[in-house]
C-alpha cells in the first residue's frame, strides 16, 4: 500500500468518486471496565461487531488469553434513561449483569443464568450494579414505569430470592452509587426536574447497615454539589473520605470531600486545580473519568491524556500513543484500566502499571489503515457568540487526490446533546467520507462540553439560535477562505434540529442537509420524549406554557417553508427520545412544499442505530446523497430517490 510520500504519484479523480476500502459498520462501542485480582483480571463489555448491536462482557485472564463470560442468549445492555451505560459488575469471578430484552438482573456463573429480579415486562430496569462486599447483595439504579417513571437506589440479593429492597426513593434521578472500602457508607448522586446532571446535582452520603439480614440505610447527608454545581462520579479514597468532580470553580476539578456534613474544618479540598475539565457530561450512567489507585493516589482523563495525581497533588502524565481516553476506568492496585483511542487508532482496552509506566493492549477492533486515516487540523474559529472550536478533516487516500487547486466539498457533523462534544478520536465514518474525496468538518458549537461550566451553560436558553449561528459562521469561514468549495450540514438527535434551522437560515451557505432522528417540533418532544430529557428544554429553551412561543419559533417544523435545499432523514422506527413521528412530520411538509428529500426509517433500530447493516445503508444513502448535491455519481451506490426531483418517483 502507498505511503503518504506517494501523493505525488497519486491519480487524480474528482472528489466523490475515490474508490475506498473503508467502511464504518463494525464500530464498537464500550459500557464500562473492571480491574479485579490485583489487576490480573480486567473485564469489560463491547458490542459484538456484525451483531445487531449486542453488547457482552469479555475478561482477560493473567496469561493473556480473552473469552466471552456472558452466554450468548444475554444482551448486557441496559435500557435506564434509554441512552444507557454500565448495566453489569462482577462479584467476585461471578459476572451481574442486566440483560436487554427482559432488563432483569441475571448472575452468570459459567453459562449459567440465574434471574435476580422479578420479570415486570420491562417496567423495572436496572443500571450500575455495585458489589456490596461479603453480604450476597448489590446496589443499583432502578427506573420503573408506571403510570410515571421514578427511579430509585435499590438492593438486590444474589441468591435468587428475587428480593428488591428500596434504599432511596427519595429524588427525581439517583446515580453512582459507591461503597466505602470499609462497606459501612455509601456515597451516591441525585437530582431533580428541570436540571440535568450537568446543570446540577447533590453528592450524598450516608451510613449502611442490615436490619434481619437487609441492608439500609441511614442519617442521608448532602455533603457537595447544588441547582448551579454539577458534581460527578464519586469514589471512597478511604473510609471517610469521597473523591469527586466537581465544577464550582468553572471546570470539572478534583476534590476530597468528608463523608459527613461540612463543618469550619470539613470543606472539600482541591486535588488538582486546573483549567480543564476532569469529568464529562452523565449521557451514560457509569461514566468515570477518576478512579483511586494505591498509595493514597488518583487516576484521572484530563485533555484526553491519562494522570496520575499523588497525594501532594504532583501530577504526571503517562507516555503513550493514547490521546483520548474514554470515561470507563477502573482500578486495583497499582493498575488502572480503561478505553483508550487516539486520531488514528480506534478505541481499544488498555492496562496501565501505574508505577512502572507501562501499559498494554488487551484487546482491539480491527484498526484503521493509517494511510486512509485522515489527521485533524484544529482550531478555533471566531463567531458572533465568541470563538468555538473546529476540527477539519481533509481528503485521505494513498492512491487519489484532488485536481491542482482544487478545493473538496465538504460535510458538516453536528453533534448530539446538545450537551456533548465532537470525540477527539478516530472515528470510522469520517474516513468513510474522507477517503472517497469529501473533507469532514466538526463544531464543537456553543454550549458543547470539554470547555468548562461557562461554555456549557451559555446554550441556556439560545438553543436553536447559537449553536445554528456558530454553524453557519464556521461553513463561511470555510468557503471563504477557500479550504471547501461547497458544504453540506449533518446531524443528530439535538444536531438534527441544528442542521434543519440551519437550513432555513436566510442565506444558508448550506447545499443540503442530513438529519439524524432529528428534533422537528419542540412541544411534541417535551410531550412525548424519555423521562429523562422531559424537561431539559427549560433550560435549553425556556418552561413550558409561560415559552410556547419560543418553542414555536425554534421548532424546524415551523421554518419548512423556508427551507429549499435538499434533505434527508434517516430514522429508527422503535426511537425512544425523538418518536419516529417527528421525521414522519417534516417528510410531509417537505412533500407539501416540493423540496427535494427521502425519510429512510429502519425497523427494530431505536434512537442510535446498533445494526452494522443499518449503519452501512445509513452511511451509502448518505454518500449517495451528497453526490447528487454536489455532482458525482459514488461507484457501486445506487442513486436514492428524493421526491420533488424531476424523474424521480
Not at 595 to 614: I, N, Q, R, W, Y
Request: contains cysteine; proline residues 9%.
Amino acid at each position: 500500500m502507498p505511503s503518504r510520500s506517494a501523493d505525488a504519484a497519486a491519480s487524480v479523480l474528482p472528489p466523490g468518486v475515490w474508490p475506498s476500502p473503508v467502511t464504518a459498520a463494525d464500530k464498537v462501542a464500550y459500557a464500562g471496565v473492571a480491574v479485579r485480582d490485583g489487576g490480573d483480571t480486567v473485564w469489560w463489555a463491547q458490542t459484538t461487531p456484525g451483531s445487531t448491536g449486542r453488547m457482552s462482557v469479555f475478561r482477560h485472564d493473567r496469561g493473556g488469553s480473552v473469552r466471552e463470560v456472558l452466554p450468548r442468549r444475554l444482551d448486557a445492555r441496559t435500557r435506564v434513561h434509554e441512552y444507557g451505560g454500565q448495566g453489569w459488575t462482577v462479584v467476585g469471578q461471578t459476572l451481574v449483569t442486566s440483560d436487554f430484552a427482559d432488563q432483569r438482573l441475571y448472575r452468570v456463573d459459567g453459562g449459567t443464568a440465574l434471574p435476580l429480579t422479578p420479570d415486570t415486562g420491562l417496567a423495572d430496569r436496572y443500571a450500575q450494579p455495585t458489589e456490596l462486599p461479603g453480604t450476597g447483595w448489590v446496589v443499583c439504579v432502578a427506573e420503573r414505569h408506571r403510570a410515571t417513571v421514578r427511579h430509585a437506589l435499590v438492593a438486590v440479593a444474589l441468591d435468587g430470592s428475587g428480593a428488591v429492597v428500596d434504599l432511596w426513593t427519595g429524588s427525581d434521578f439517583v446515580a453512582a452509587p459507591a461503597i466505602s472500602p470499609d462497606g459501612r457508607s455509601i456515597a451516591f448522586l441525585t437530582w431533580e426536574h428541570p436540571l440535568m446532571p450537568w446543570d446540577g446535582t447533590l453528592l450524598r452520603t450516608a451510613a449502611l447497615t442490615f436490619d434481619q439480614g437487609r441492608p439500609a440505610i441511614h442519617d442521608v447527608t448532602v455533603v457537595l454539589g447544588g441547582p448551579e454545581e454539577s458534581v460527578l462520579a464519586p469514589s471512597w479514597m478511604d473510609d471517610r473520605t469521597v473523591c469527586a468532580a466537581t465544577d464550582r470553580t468553572g471546570w470539572w476539578n478534583l476534590v476530597a470531600v468528608p463523608a459527613a456534613h461540612p463543618s469550619a474544618d470539613g470543606e472539600p479540598a482541591p486535588m488538582w486545580p486546573v483549567a480543564q475539565e476532569c469529568g464529562v457530561p452523565l449521557w451514560q450512567l457509569g461514566f468515570r473519568s477518576h478512579v483511586p489507585v494505591s498509595g493514597g493516589r488518583t487516576a484521572v482523563v484530563s485533555g484526553g491524556r491519562l494522570v496520575v495525581l499523588d497525594p501532594d497533588g504532583t501530577a504526571a502524565a503517562f507516555e503513550c500513543p493514547f490521546t483520548g481516553w474514554l470515561p470507563w476506568l477502573d482500578a486495583e492496585g497499582d493498575v488502572v484500566a480503561g478505553v483508550a483511542a487516539a486520531d488514528d487508532r480506534a478505541p481499544a482496552i488498555v492496562k496501565v502499571d501505574t508505577v512502572t509506566g507501562a501499559w498494554t493492549v488487551l484487546a482491539e477492533p480491527p484498526q484503521p489503515d493509517p494511510v486512509w486515516t485522515p489527521r485533524p487540523h484544529r482550531r478555533t474559529v471566531p463567531t458572533p457568540t465568541g470563538e468555538v472550536p473546529v476540527h477539519f478533516y481533509p481528503p485521505t487516500s494513498p492512491l487519489y487526490r484532488l485536481p491542482e487547486g482544487a478545493a473538496p466539498p465538504a460535510i458538516m457533523w453536528a453533534h448530539g446533546g446538545p450537551t456533548a462534544s465532537f470525540p477527539q478520536h478516530h472515528q470510522p465514518e469520517v474516513a468513510y467520507f474522507t477517503s472517497r474525496g469529501l473533507a469532514f468538518v466538526a463544531v464543537d458549537y456553543t454550549g458543547s462540553s470539554g470547555r468548562g461550566r461557562r461554555h456549557r451553560t451559555a446554550l441556556r436558553g439560545q438553543w436553536g439560535v447559537a449553536d445554528v449561528t456558530d454553524c453557519i459562521a464556521v461553513a463561511r469561514d470555510l468557503l471563504e477562505r477557500g479550504r471547501v468549495s461547497r458544504i453540506a450540514i449533518r446531524g443528530i438527535s439535538a444536531g438534527g434540529l441544528t442542521a434543519l434551522l440551519a437550513l432555513a437560515r436566510p442565506g444558508s451557505p448550506f447545499a443540503g442537509g442530513v438529519s439524524y432522528a432529528g428534533v422537528a417540533d419542540l412541544s411534541h418532544f417535551a410531550r412525548h420524549t424519555h423521562e429523562f430529557e422531559s424537561r431539559y428544554l427549560d433550560g435549553l429553551i425556556g418552561p413550558l406554557p409561560e415559552a410556547q412561543a419560543t418553542y414555536d419559533d425554534r421548532s424546524p417544523l415551523s421554518h419548512i417553508d423556508a427551507v429549499t435545499r435538499p434533505v434527508l432523514l434517516l430514522h429508527g422506527e422503535r426511537d425512544p427520545v425523538v418518536p419516529l413521528e417527528q421525521a414522519q412530520a417534516l417528510a410531509q411538509a417537505l412533500t407539501a412544499g416540493q423540496v427535494p428529500h427521502a425519510l429512510l426509517v429502519f425497523a427494530d433500530e431505536g434512537h442510535v442505530f446498533g445494526k452494522s447493516e443499518t449503519i452501512a445503508a445509513a452511511l451509502e444513502a448518505e454518500l449517495g446523497f451528497y453526490g447528487q448535491l454536489f455532482g458525482f455519481d459514488p461507484p457501486g451506490v445506487a442513486r436514492l430517490p428524493l421526491t420533488g426531483v424531476a424523474g424521480d418517483p
